[in-house]
């Protein structure tokens, strides 16, 4: 049964798109306004793992074919994640205590043990699936009117060209630079932690596979030197994705994707071999430098670097929320990197923001009448700002623990 209740979610990433599932099934009414012009105008990062948490979130929002799709497009995980240093000698004692290893990708269950590897822009496809109607393409969302009459109780979108639409909810989803957030809570802003990560990929095609350590081929591996730290993990897909999606979910379009060596190096950009990483826009120039950062290592790993593709590169800094602030009863409320952005240690920005999602969506299914909306909000805000508070903890943590 269709819902009376309409939101508005400014931002199609991965927890706006989740959220947008779950209220799909819900039978709620949901409109995405996302800034990219389409689905494909940029890249959309590399390897994400999703946890426990992030797979129970998606269990919960996606349709069961849809999440049947999500679980079999994760790649396969051949072996235990190692632990050294740049010498190859063993350094399990930093290991961030939220890591956990990949599981099988086949797994019939969100419960089973380990974290599922997958390629983001996959995900985002599985995500989008039956929205495409829903989402507004090329429609920033740059601010909100909150100042309607209680009784009303609408949050009034205004897009980048000045329309406006209202709507009994509206959701800040647009990212760890929401505009949303920087207007209605100025003060909440992250703080820049003194790092940057860079990430890249180094294709497995055969000649390359074949000048690669087999270690490096067979699960994740994590390199700890003084003030940067290397993840790398392979990222192999069982079967071409397309097939894989009209087997399982029939309709919804995967692209194509190679098999490739995800690496992503988290470190003070002085250990990253350049001052001022924003200063030089060229991704061959972070290339060099992260090759001269490592000129020492085994060899084995800086093939990783000699290898990769210097186009696959993108960087950013790593900047952090002292904590999730409270806000006014405002018809306005946020998930995500807007409200609680993360350092990209331990992988806990990703899940937090599906589990969002799941959150949000469990609570506005609830609601049987305009008078519940509110408290039903209320109650996802305090169980946000519980969660949120603690993966901050964490992966602050964690941070330093890579960083050290």
């Given at each position: 049964?269709?819902?009376?209740?309409?939101?508005?979610?400014?931002?199609?990433?991965l927890?706006?798109?989740?959220?947008?599932?779950?209220?799909?099934?819900?039978?709620?009414?949901?409109?995405v306004?996302?800034?990219?012009?389409?689905?494909?105008?940029?890249?959309?990062?590399?390897?994400?793992?999703?946890?426990?948490?992030?797979?129970?979130?998606?269990?919960?929002?996606?349709?069961?074919?849809?999440?049947?799709?999500?679980?079999?497009?994760?790649?396969?995980?051949?072996?235990?994640?190692?632990?050294?240093?740049?010498?190859?000698?063993?350094?399990?004692?930093?290991?961030?205590?939220?890591?956990?290893?990949?599981?099988?990708?086949?797994?019939?269950?969100?419960?089973?043990?380990?974290?599922?590897?997958?390629?983001r822009?996959?995900?985002?496809?599985?995500?989008?699936d039956?929205?495409?109607?829903?989402?507004?393409?090329?429609q920033?969302?740059?601010?909100?009117?909150?100042?309607?009459?209680?009784?009303?109780?609408?949050?009034?979108?205004i897009?980048?060209?000045?329309?406006?639409?209202?709507?009994?909810?509206?959701?800040?989803?647009?990212?760890?630079?929401?505009?949303?957030?920087?207007?209605?809570?100025?003060?909440?802003?992250?703080?820049?932690l003194?790092?940057?990560?860079?990430?890249?990929?180094?294709?497995?095609?055969?000649?390359?596979?074949?000048?690669?350590?087999?270690?490096?081929?067979?699960?994740?591996?994590?390199?700890?030197?003084?003030?940067?730290s290397?993840?790398?993990?392979?990222?192999?897909?069982?079967?071409?994705?397309?097939?894989?999606?009209?087997?399982?979910?029939?309709?919804?379009?995967l692209?194509?994707?190679?098999?490739?060596?995800?690496?992503?190096?988290?470190?003070?950009?002085?250990?990253l071999?350049?001052?001022?990483?924003?200063d030089?826009?060229?991704p061959?120039?972070?290339?060099?430098?992260?090759?001269?950062?490592?000129?020492?290592?085994?060899?084995?790993?800086?093939?990783?670097?000699?290898l990769?593709?210097?186009?696959?590169?993108?960087?950013?800094?790593?900047?952090?929320?002292?904590?999730?602030?409270?806000?006014?009863?405002?018809?306005?409320?946020?998930?995500?990197?807007a409200?609680?952005?993360?350092?990209?240690?331990?992988?806990?920005?990703?899940?937090?923001?599906?589990?969002?999602?799941?959150?949000?969506?469990?609570?506005?299914?609830?609601v049987?009448?305009?008078?519940?909306?509110?408290?039903?909000v209320?109650?996802?805000?305090?169980?946000?700002r519980?969660?949120?508070?603690?993966?901050?903890?964490t992966?602050?943590?964690g941070?330093?623990?890579?960083?050290?």
């Open positions: 049964m269709k819902h009376p209740m309409r939101i508005g979610i400014a931002g199609a990433g927890g706006g798109l989740c959220l947008a599932q779950g209220l799909a099934r819900a039978g709620i009414e949901a409109d306004f996302e800034r990219d012009a389409g689905m494909h105008t940029r890249a959309q990062g590399y390897r994400l793992r999703i946890d426990a948490d992030g797979q129970r979130a998606l269990a919960a929002c996606l349709a069961p074919d849809r999440y049947a799709l999500f679980r079999h497009s994760a790649t396969q995980a051949h072996g235990a994640p190692r632990w050294i240093g740049p010498d190859l000698a063993p350094r399990g004692e930093r290991r961030p205590d939220n890591w956990r290893a990949t599981g099988a990708a086949d797994a019939a269950t969100a419960t089973q043990d380990g974290d599922l590897a997958v390629h822009q996959t995900l985002r496809e599985i995500l989008s039956g929205l495409r109607a829903r989402i507004r393409y090329g920033p969302v740059v601010a909100v009117d909150v100042s309607a009459a209680p009784a009303a109780a609408a949050g009034t979108l897009t980048a060209e000045g329309q406006r639409h209202a709507y009994d909810l509206v959701v800040a989803a647009d990212g760890a630079a929401s505009p949303l957030r920087q207007t209605l809570l100025p003060h909440a802003t992250a703080h820049y003194g790092a940057y990560i860079v990430y890249g990929r180094t294709p497995l095609d055969p000649a390359r596979q074949a000048a690669l350590d087999a270690p490096l081929l067979e699960g994740a591996t994590v390199v700890f030197a003084s003030g940067l290397l993840i790398v993990e392979p990222m192999r897909f069982a079967q071409p994705l397309p097939a894989l999606a009209e087997r399982l979910a029939p309709g919804c379009a692209s194509p994707q190679d098999d490739y060596l995800y690496w992503a190096f988290l470190g003070r950009p002085h250990a071999g350049s001052p001022a990483l924003e030089h826009p060229d061959a120039a972070w290339l060099a430098g992260l090759r001269h950062a490592v000129r020492d290592w085994h060899p084995s790993l800086r093939r990783v670097l000699d990769a593709d210097p186009q696959s590169l993108s960087q950013r800094a790593v900047r952090m929320p002292d904590t999730v602030p409270e806000w006014p009863a405002w018809p306005v409320t946020f998930l995500g990197d409200i609680h952005a993360m350092s990209p240690a331990g992988g806990l920005g990703a899940n937090t923001a599906l589990a969002d999602a799941a959150s949000l969506a469990a609570s506005l299914a609830a049987r009448g305009p008078a519940g909306l509110r408290p039903a209320q109650a996802y805000e305090d169980d946000l519980s969660r949120g508070r603690a993966a901050l903890r992966s602050l943590a941070t330093q623990r890579l960083l050290a």
